[in-house]
């Protein structure tokens, strides 16, 4: 199965990551993706991409991290654009970007950043990788009107059946990570129970949004059974069809296999 979103690249992994990915391969955890963050830590991921063949990654700047200065924002969106132009094999998505209401950033400069990425992205005719929180009406409108056409995955995802049809159909696909496995989160997980099982791809979001039982501990994406579990029991189907469809959705959205 494919972790597509953990953060392997925090510090908070520097101790033990090559044990770590060795665990993850034993437990059937073969490929990961880490979405970039900041303009810092992208050289970092291709060379992590270069060690480790089984690492995917992504170039963006995570709404979180965008610069308060208009001069920075500029700089970070011109590195972007280099990082991209230097087509490393390993990266497959842009992002993580999106839109964060519930951040001081003004709403006006993430809709500018989040633009930006998806002209980038569609001159690279990469994925977009996005995070969202409290704004699902402003992703789907702007997803929209750009017409936007090279799908991506939306992290994290928690919401209505409503919103989960319109991403699907702007031909995205749903993360499904931490969330899923708290039953108090009553509405996404209805959701879950009646995605096709194509429209999905699992993740951990490691260090960060533990599984159910493991709140406090570092997210690893070693628990990513533990997901994919707790997607087979609400799609009411085998372990195994969900561990084959978090690759295949994987590979159908992001492409290309690394040798
Ligand atoms: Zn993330």
Not at 29 to 44: D, F, N
Not at 234 to 249: P, V
Request: charged share 20%; aromatic share 6%.
């Amino acid at each position: 199965m494919i972790d597509s979103h953990c953060h392997l690249d925090f510090t908070v992994f520097d101790d033990d990551r090559a044990s770590l990915l060795n665990r993850c391969a034993q437990l059937g955890v073969q490929r990961i993706l880490i979405p970039g963050t900041q303009p810092k830590s992208w050289p970092a991921l291709m060379a992590l991409a270069d060690d480790y063949p089984q690492l995917d990654i992504a170039i963006g700047i995570h709404p979180w991290m965008i610069a308060d200065a208009p001069a920075e924002r500029d700089e970070s969106l011109e590195a972007m654009q280099l990082a991209l132009s230097q087509s490393h094999e390993a990266v497959v998505a842009v992002g993580e970007t999106g839109l964060d209401f519930s951040i001081a950033q003004a709403t006006d400069i993430q809709q500018q950043m989040l633009l930006a990425h998806m002209t980038l992205a569609a001159a690279h005719k990469l994925p977009l990788i996005l995070h969202h929180r409290k704004s699902h009406n402003a992703l789907i409108q702007m997803l929209t009107q750009q017409k936007w056409q090279w799908g991506g995955v939306i992290h994290a995802f928690s919401g209505s059946w409503h919103e989960a049809t319109t991403y699907l159909d702007l031909g995205f696909k749903l993360g499904l990570g931490g969330t899923v496995t708290y039953p108090r989160a009553h509405k996404t997980r209805e959701v879950v129970k009646r995605l096709p099982l194509d429209g999905w791809l699992l993740e951990t979001d490691a260090p960060d949004m533990p599984v159910c039982g493991r709140q406090g501990q570092r997210n690893s994406p070693e628990y990513l059974p533990e997901i994919a579990a707790v997607v087979a029991e609400l799609q009411g189907c085998e372990l195994e069809k969900i561990t084959q469809a978090s690759e295949q959705n994987y590979y159908q959205l992001f492409g290309k296999i690394r040798s």
